[in-house]
């Protein structure tokens, strides 16, 4: 989730694409979060002066309206000098910030741990975590001094250790009691007088098969109460004693179904069996990281955070094999060419070129492959000369080998860098059709699936529809059988396509689809994906019907195009009928990377080069789209399109034969 303001550690705020706001000085910052404690009501400038000063200077009215100003320019810095403020506003004897519910970190952290109070553990958990991870210090740090800030920082500070323990409590029922009692037994040395954090970490304990350690908990909490505030624990805490030392049946099953049971168990007496700095730890790790990551959400998001960490914990040990082991063993299917976490696939990549270097000479085979795979598919979406180059090495190898399950490996890897000029829709079709091919035969059911989605939307570009409805419907009987939830997020996104495409729905229903499929990327960890992506198809929908700019989300300053916003902000002026600016934005704009929408943004680039003149640049759009001249713009994505790329080149040719007036 993306807020707009942040008071869930020092107080800050953030512009539409994420990147921080200049807040001056500690007075602004003050203002700032006067007025969101205020929760929209109106404050007083008198009031905002007696709360910033103990004694208020005789010029304070004066210094707020300089702070609000100053502030105003910050938060709205395309706003006309003269036009009324939308976001921080001045009404009757003071001034309120309107910001929406969703803006603010905090107000978005409260409906959160209410939600999860009505979810199932496994859900709770999801929306608990996720919500835990936008603290980044104390509530309003900066204000801790402040008494006007002291409730809302106590009643927030009390309601994310409410949060924590509400997460280890679904940690426990999901059979993760050994993961919940290590972060308890943090929580409980830091608030020693939560009586049922107590309550968790004995009941985490004693279902992790550690029944000793749980009644020495409860015996310490007990001497803990006595000691320090002369009180009995509570009747939670007797009576779970009393249940442990009789082994009440309750207390057992922890997750529910036999194989909650299995694995709760299970996992327990890894944890005793195998020593904690075994290196077969490390290998056992990133083969539940990689199962982890399929199931989407915080699984996703926690699985690449804990696989950087694993890399590195096998590089302290100095065994190149065991690290090129750990590294390519994280063989997870990729469908979307930009990568979610830049700089951690950086990371990976560096880590993965190390291990290459360091192998020892002959053999390693199959290790060298999979390192070699791993780079072309981290390194996607970007301009490196290596990731072609060490696709074609990884399925040379593989091929070589005879290896099944690496040879999918290495044709995710080599689709991903089947982008380097436009027009490759029947190259990728081949790959999906071979990794199908290739994994029913052999059993692997991820590869199965991605090669569905690769002939999705290879079809899609190609505007068989019904070949990428059979994909889409194979995809989902598949995800469904094995439990894949991320798939769903895919196959809606076509739905959403295939609607607008085909022309056989309204603008308000293709629209409406769109909205719905976007909503399942709430959540879903892939922000690579979710960036500008909803925007982007509503553009596209408009632009290729030809509704007028009022009904775009061009003339929306607060539209967050994420990382399309190169290539759209010229369309964006020219709505807004400023040529000038729409011609010099296009300039500065770079070539579109290429990935699955290079067509698409090509076309817009086009679009926007016809409509200023720009001849330059609209010799390049005809070259780079003339060998997609047979395919949809953008449809090879699975997620959108902008109609017919020979659309695009007729608008060109006819544009550079009779350049109108004022073209160069």
Known sequence: MRFLFGVLG????????????????????????????????VVPVRRLAEDLWTEPPADAVGAIRTFVAALRRSLEPERPPRAPARLLVTEGPGYALRADPGAVDAWGFERAVAAAAALPPEDAFVRLDEAL??????????????????AERSRLTELRLHAVERRAEARVALGLAAEAAADLDAHVAEHPWREDAWRLLALALYRSGRQGDALAV???????????????????????????LGHAAHLDPGPAGAAGRVWAHTAAAYDRTVPSGARARLESTVGLLRSLAVTGGSGLQTARRHRVAAITAAEELADAELTARVIGAYDVPAVWTRVDDPEQA??????????????????????????????????????????PQAARQAEELARRLDDPALLAFALNATFMQTFHHAGLAPRRDAIGAELIALSARHGLTTFEVLGHLVRLQ??????????????????????????????????????ALR??????ATEAAAE????????????????????????????????????????????????DWGPYAPWVRPLALLAQDRRDEAAAALREAPDPPRDLLFEALWCLTARAAVAVGDRETMERAHRELTPAAAELAGAGSGLLTLGPVSAYLSDLATALRHPGPGRR
């Open 512 to 559: 409406a689809a769109y909205r719905s499929a976007a909503a399942r990327l709430d959540g879903a960890g892939m922000p690579g994906l979710e960036r500008g992506l909803l925007p982007l198809a509503l553009l596209c929908l408009r632009t290729r019907r030809t509704l007028p700019a009022r009904s775009s989300p061009h003339n929306d300053p607060h539209t």
């Open 499 to 504: 609607l607008d495409a085909t022309g056989d």
């Open 346 to 387: 950086a990371q990976v990549v560096a880590a993965a070129e190390r291990a290459l270097a360091t192998l020892p000479p002959g053999g390693h085979e199959a290790a060298r492959a999979r390192l070699l795979a791993t780079i072309a598919l981290e390194s996607r979406g970007t301009r490196a000369a290596r990731g």
């Open 10 to 41: 020092p107080v800050a705020a953030w512009d539409g694409a994420g990147g921080a706001i200049a807040l001056k000085g500690p007075r602004h910052r003050a203002v700032l979060a006067r007025l969101i404690v205020a929760r929209r009501r």
């Open 218 to 244: 409860l015996r310490r909490a007990r001497a803990l109460l006595a000691e320090q505030l002369g009180v009995d624990p509570g009747p939670r805490l007797r009576g779970l004693e009393a249940d442990i």
């Open 133 to 150: 991870e936008w603290w980044r210090g104390p509530a309003y740090a900066e204000c801790a001094d402040e008494p006007w800030a002291r």
């Open 458 to 495: 290879a079809r899609s570009a190609l505007a068989d529809f019904a070949g990428a409805d059979r994909h889409a419907a194979a995809a989902d009987r598949l995800a469904e059988r094995h439990e894949l939830p991320l798939v769903g997020v895919f196959t809606r996104w076509y739905a």
